[in-house]
């Protein structure tokens, strides 16, 4: 079987295994990575792949730059060879390699980067409340604010809502086939559940019209809201009210900082936003040095000592 043969059938494997579409794209263009330096390297046959090739392998795409000539980030590094890994465990896990080639390859050490220019509680409100709740569609756009920051949801996951994912009653949501197709349930804001049951009763029957879709957020056209719709969207408001660049994530990195900086239990934010390791959760704790760097001059004694001067 050819490269792009074997890769098919990985393919299949992942949707049988309900992998999500968009990671199913995203891993076929790392092995196309993989498959390029195979090409260049003359190398035809998964059986003849041994560990050092792999490893030459990631020499070449530490040092390939991207389409842009741009270099490319350990992060993005790591995540394929996360693929690469995944790809020949398979093969081997269906006999068509005698052995794992991929099963020793280490990870590069990645840098430990923090959220930046997170939004402010006032930057937060400011933002939301520049939506028009006059009109339909500023109606719907303050409701995907309030969800955003409410529950410090994903955009992908966001998209993918459904009526049936809303529980108003218990002020809930349910969040289906998350990254790592884990499913969880978030708490709402009670000023979150008051704009979607509007937008649910009186917003959305009119942006659907006749058409018919079980998705929450919709476009004018009733179709389920857009990614590049949804990051547009996001930014405008906040252009328009703080005069700042703002993604759908850095809503998420808001939602985690707010609630630890008012003291909500680690683990808890952990749940929420639906973090398999607890460690990816604690970076936001880095955040709140604003708030020790505060108590630290206002009490030590050579900070009271500078006063005086």
Known sequence: MTFEELAQRYASYLELRHFADRTIVTQACSLRLLFRFFTETNVTDAQAVTAAILHDFQRWHHYEPTAQGAARSVAYQNRVLTVVRGFFRFLHLEGLIPHNPAAE?????????????????????????????????????????????????????????????????????????????????????????SFLETYMKAVRPQLLGRKKSPRLFLSIRGLPIARNTLGTLVEKYARRAVKRHVTCHLWRHSCATHLLQNKANLRHVQEILGHRSLATTERYLHLTITELKEAHRRFHPREQDQKRR
């Open 105 to 193: 390859l280490e990870y590069a050490r990645e840098p430990q980067t923090l959220p930046r220019n997170i939004l402010t509680p006032q930057e937060a409100r400011k933002i939301i409340q520049s939506a028009d709740t006059n009109t339909m569609l500023g109606y719907r756009d303050r409701t995907i604010l309030e969800t955003l920051y409410a529950t410090g949801i994903r955009k992908n996951e966001l998209m993918n809502l459904c009526l049936e994912n809303v529980n108003l009653d218990e002020e809930l949501l349910r969040i289906d086939g998350g990254k790592g197709a884990k499913d969880r349930v978030v708490p709402l804001t009670r000023i979150a559940c």
